[in-house]
């Protein structure tokens, strides 16, 4: 089942702007992580931000997680075209180790 | 860092025939591996998690028959699709967990499956 709904489904910006994807989810979660997915491709993780956590910085990435909205977004500064790709939002599954995806944001970047 | 390799890439097979689909971990020991589904423009849906030696957990909806998976070691997961048809054409993409808890997942990088 799905847990994750992100939005926008599909995004476009020009390359240097900034794209921010948001994730909500339905049930309490330990962690939530992002993913990113280049056309029919496998999956890179991207950053995992704990429940006790409200914002998390990786390079040129920026999450935040609300725990009380159950909603988390995922801030992508300076984009570049190489930054093309669809990214989604994953939380472990009750207390299993099974991830459940978010329906996933597609993000295009024009040079 | 943790690596899982997938293989095929891609496979084209006619309708009616077996498909094997392998997934390695190639410098950790993966005790649970996990089977996902993905269609064109779709997330991925999980379709079951492999345990080494014993039966793997199928989600709800998703033919054990049909999709049959061996855990037979620490390294290896295998998806069979049995009697395939053209809409069991997808990608396939495993993944493992590795680390500590349950905080540390990599992915296969896929397989295309065409069923013509």
């Known amino acids: 089942s799905q847990q994750g709904e992100e939005d926008p489904q599909a995004l476009s910006i020009q390359e240097g702007e900034n794209a921010t994807m948001n994730c909500s989810y339905k049930?309490?979660?330990?962690?939530l992580q992002w993913y990113r997915q280049n056309s029919g491709r496998g999956l890179v993780h991207l950053i995992l931000?704990?429940?006790?956590?409200r914002e998390k910085h990786s390079g040129r990435l920026r999450v935040t997680l609300d725990t009380s909205k159950k909603s988390s977004s995922l801030l992508i500064t300076a984009s570049r075209a190489a930054d093309t790709a669809s990214y989604f939002c994953?939380?472990?599954?009750?207390?299993?180790?099974?991830?459940?995806f978010g329906k996933g944001t597609k993000l295009t970047v024009n040079p | 860092g943790a690596v899982v390799s997938q293989h095929p890439s891609r496979v084209i097979c006619k309708s009616g025939t077996s498909v094997k689909i392998e997934c390695r971990s190639l410098?950790?020991?993966?005790?649970?591996m996990f089977w996902y589904r993905q269609f064109p423009k779709q997330s991925l849906m999980l379709m079951a998690t492999?345990?080494?030696?014993?039966?793997?957990?199928?989600e709800q909806g998703v033919e054990k028959d049909k999709f049959l998976i061996n855990h037979a070691s620490l390294t290896l997961s295998t998806l069979t699709v049995t009697s395939a048809h053209p809409e069991d054409s997808s990608f396939y993409i495993c993944?493992?967990?590795?680390?500590?808890?349950?905080?540390?997942?990599?992915f296969g990088s896929g397989t295309r499956l065409t069923v013509v």
């Open positions: 993944s493992a967990t590795y680390g500590q808890g349950a905080f540390g997942y990599t």
């Open positions: 049930t309490s979660i330990n962690n």
């Open positions: 931000i704990r429940s006790n956590e």
């Open positions: 994953a939380t472990p599954q009750g207390g299993s180790e099974k991830l459940v």
């Open positions: 410098d950790f020991q993966a005790t649970t």
């Open positions: 492999s345990n080494e030696g014993s039966k793997a957990t199928y």
